[in-house]
Structures are given as structure tokens and as C-alpha cells.
């Protein structure tokens, strides 16, 4: 799906070329925020993209050719669900370059996941979680 901002912006499932910046992306975002040190325990949950793909839905939102933000989406059951329910979808680690904050491109990103969670899913809430 494309949504155009003040720059357009395509959300689509990461693939693993993605996850270099993915979790450059992710890191700098919630280090940048004050979330917690590098050295950090978190820090390498947020950087092993590879066990997240595995296990959930990493999605990217892709602006002229480079990535610039990326989130997780996991259902009830699933190993990174921590508050999902049977007909929910949770999202979590949403994280927007700190290059590109600011710009809208978080909010048109959290209207995506809530568009992609009505399309064949039938999910009837959502929950967000860090």
C-alpha cells in the first residue's frame, strides 16, 4: 500500500535485505528516545531481526527507495505477543529513522496496520506494546 505524505510512502512486509537497516533503524530510534542505554539487555531483542521475522511479521515503510520505518506485528499465541488476544493483532517495536521523525510518517504507518488488520485477518482490536 502507497500513502503519500509529505513524501510517499510504501508499507510492505520486510524481506531479508531489509533487516541490516531495520535494525539500524529500530536501535537508533529507541536509543534516541532515551528508552534505555545500548548496552542494554533489549537491545539485542530489537536487533535480532532475523528471530522476529521468524516468529512474527516484520513490515517495513519504504520512501523513495530506502527504508525508513519498521514495526512488528504478532497475533495472540504467537512468541512476541505479550497482550494479543484471540482476534487481536499486536504491534510492537514501531520505529521510524530519527532521520524521518516528525515528518507524519509514524501516524500513516499505524493507519496502515490498522487498514492491513481489517484485510484478511478479521481482527476486531488492536494493542500496542514496546
Do not use: C, N
Request: glycine share 10%; no cysteine.
Amino acid at each position: 500500500m502507497t500513502v503519500t505524505l509529505p513524501l510517499t510512502v510504501t508499507f510492505r512486509r520486510a524481506v531479508p535485505a531489509d533487516f541490516p537497516e531495520v535494525r539500524r533503524i529500530t536501535r537508533d530510534a529507541y536509543l534516541r528516545a532515551g528508552h534505555f542505554a545500548a548496552d542494554h539487555p533489549y537491545t539485542g531483542v530489537l536487533e535480532d531481526v532475523e528471530h522476529r521475522a521468524e516468529h512474527a511479521e516484520v513490515w517495513v515503510a519504504e520512501a523513495a527507495g530506502k527504508v525508513v520505518t519498521a514495526v512488528t506485528l504478532t497475533f495472540a499465541g504467537q512468541p512476541y505477543s505479550e497482550i494479543a488476544r484471540d482476534g487481536e493483532l499486536e504491534f510492537r517495536m514501531l520505529a521510524v529513522d530519527p532521520a524521518h521523525q516528525g515528518g507524519g510518517v509514524g501516524p500513516a504507518v499505524v493507519r496502515e496496520i490498522m487498514e492491513h488488520a481489517r484485510q484478511p485477518h478479521g481482527i476486531i482490536a488492536i494493542g500496542i506494546t514496546g
